[in-house]
């Protein structure tokens, strides 16, 4: 099975910082990996599909790259209702798998 | 509108049965592969299963291969989970998710609890 791997576990920044995730893969799944964000009590959603593609209606600020086993997820100025638990997500070979998660709040 | 909504969690035995319901609305429900994921209190998001538009194809997280079953009912626009030799590992909210293309959790319900325990 794949595993993820997510740094760092959480962070804490200021309103307006650039915000960095990486999400590591234990093998090449090409850029077959989606970005979700998850507030207290409620469902994920969504955010940036096959590495670098942006949901409709996701705030630009929100970007991500990478392939093969790495990847990168950005918030270039982060915003209070950005604070959440993000999580990346592989689907490669019939195998879904989800990192960790990254839990962001405001510093 | 999408619209995803489960039923049918609660508490139960280990060793107990629950089927769980999503019934959704606002897309056309038989176009879309839809999925199962679920996440226990305070943990991370876990795969637990996909069905494809037409029952096709069928997969199981290996967790809960041989216990768990998907279905679906194109007519009733709804999909449906049903968990057999519960364990209290598998307590967690279970949420429905559509795939608008392979791999990707593009809409989800609000979940619906299932606790195991004794």
């Known amino acids: 099975d794949i595993q993820m791997t997510q740094s760092p576990s959480s962070l804490s920044a200021s309103v307006g910082d650039r915000v960095t995730i990486t999400c590591q893969a234990s093998?090449?799944?090409?850029?077959?990996l989606n970005w979700y964000q998850q507030k207290p009590g409620k469902a994920p959603k969504l955010l940036i599909y096959?590495?670098?593609n942006l949901e409709t209606g996701v705030p630009s600020r929100f970007s991500g790259s990478g392939s093969g086993t790495d990847f990168t997820f950005t918030i270039s100025s982060l915003q209070p209702e950005d604070i959440a638990t993000y999580y990346c997500?592989?689907?490669?070979?019939?195998?879904?798998?989800f990192g960790p998660g990254t839990k962001v709040d405001i510093k | 509108e999408v619209q995803l909504v489960e039923s049918g969690g609660g508490l139960v035995k280990p060793g107990g049965s629950l089927r769980l319901s999503c019934a959704a609305s606002?897309?056309?429900?038989?176009?879309?592969?839809m999925n199962w994921v679920r996440q226990a209190p305070g943990k991370g998001l876990e795969w637990v299963s996909s069905?494809?538009?037409?029952?096709?194809?069928?997969y199981y997280a290996d967790s809960v291969k041989g216990r768990f079953t998907i279905s679906r009912d194109n007519a009733k626009n709804s999909l449906y989970l049903q968990m057999n030799s519960l364990r209290a590992e598998d307590t967690a909210v279970y949420y429905c998710?559509?795939?608008?293309?392979?791999?990707?959790?593009?809409?989800w319900g609000q979940g619906t609890l299932v606790t195991v325990s004794s």
């Open positions: 998710a559509q795939s608008r293309t392979y791999g990707d959790y593009d809409y």
């Open positions: 606002g897309f056309t429900f038989s176009s879309y592969s």
């Open positions: 069905i494809s538009s037409s029952s096709s194809y069928i």
């Open positions: 093998q090449d799944i090409s850029n077959y």
């Open positions: 096959d590495a670098s």
């Open positions: 997500q592989q689907y490669d070979n019939l195998s879904f798998t």
